[in-house]
């Protein structure tokens, strides 16, 4: 059994934590939210009132949190796993974090003694409840092998990626190939729908043929098409847009400083930057098929 203290107990987190348990390992959760703390001890975790709390004894910290900015506090602020960790302690970052982030998190941890490998996910909220989450590794050799065996009750495929930062780096260039994955299935989906194609039916070809996508597969934005999607249910967040803007815009910024054009990613951003100006950050990153739409409107959504 391994003592591991897990810091952010919000969708993706709360359900990644619980896996752990179920693993026999000992988990401590922290999150700013109290009703999150309370609702990760219905799962076998052991909130705590702080940082410093969960991490004191801590065999692993495993970070997931919102933004790099998150991420940069919980680790060095006053009550911040640097200040009260043991050395050597393995701390394993999940967030999609900027370039920059990551590759500051691996310096300073190294420099106070602790080990860090940067461990982004892919698989959405559906992938933390079942488990078959993507985990992508970057960090020392030793470092990551003693992750993959950490993160192996969440996972479906455990992928060490190379040196530190290519985690993170990886994972926001697969979030940016997934926006605009999101932008071609939502495009295609209205056009089919004005030409008169029965949603089902299009589906069904583009599922075993070339349009094919894991978007696709698991978020087709019509609803009654995918079960699970966002469409059947008034586009409620899966993957928020806010979220998704988020990744993408890190890996455009990525792009801009490596001198790389991206005029699909740069559009899926803008697309997406529109649902949060009008208020509606909060729902799924699918929504972007408003943008396809003559009038604004969308089968499945009231427009709320």
């Known amino acids: 059994m391994t003592s591991i203290a897990w810091i952010g107990l919000g ?3 709360s359900r990644m934590s619980a896996h752990l348990v179920s693993a ?29 709390e969960a991490v004191d004894g801590a065999d692993v910290v495993i970070l997931s949190l919102p933004k790099g900015e998150h991420v940069r506090a919980v680790l060095a602020g006053e009550d911040g796993v640097f200040a009260h960790a043991a050395a050597n302690t393995l701390i394993l970052d999940t967030s999609t974090v900027d370039l920059e982030t990551s590759a500051w998190c691996h310096s300073e941890a190294s420099a106070r003694g602790f080990r860090f490998v940067d461990s982004p996910v892919s698989g959405g909220i559906q992938g933390a409840e079942a488990a078959t989450l993507a985990f992508m590794l970057g960090g020392a050799e030793a470092d990551v092998a003693a992750a993959k065996e950490i993160v192996a009750p969440m996972a479906g495929n455990v992928l060490a990626v190379g040196e530190p930062t290519h985690g993170i780096a990886a994972k926001l260039v697969n979030n940016m190939m997934l926006g605009v994955s999101i932008l071609a299935m939502s495009e295609g989906a209205q056009l089919a729908k004005e030409l008169g194609l029965d949603a089902q039916s299009f589906f069904d070809v583009a599922r075993v043929s ?48 490596a001198g790389v054009h991206v005029p699909a990613a740069t559009l899926i951003r803008d697309q997406l930057q529109r649902l949060l100006d009008d208020g509606f950050g909060g729902k799924d990153c699918t929504l972007v098929i408003r943008e396809t739409s003559r009038d604004g409107s969308v089968d499945g959504w009231d427009g709320r």
């Open 11 to 13: 969708n993706m987190g």
């Open 24 to 52: 026999g390992h000992d988990v401590r959760g922290y999150d700013v939210v109290d009703a999150l703390r309370d609702g990760a001890a219905s799962h076998g975790i052991t909130p705590v009132a702080s940082v410093g």
């Open 210 to 257: 070339s349009g094919d996508s894991w978007a696709l597969r698991t978020w087709y934005p019509v609803p009654g098409v995918v079960p699970g999607a966002a469409a059947n249910h008034n586009f409620d967040a899966s993957f928020s847009a806010m979220l998704c803007h988020k990744d993408v815009t890190l890996a455009v910024d990525g792009a801009e400083a």
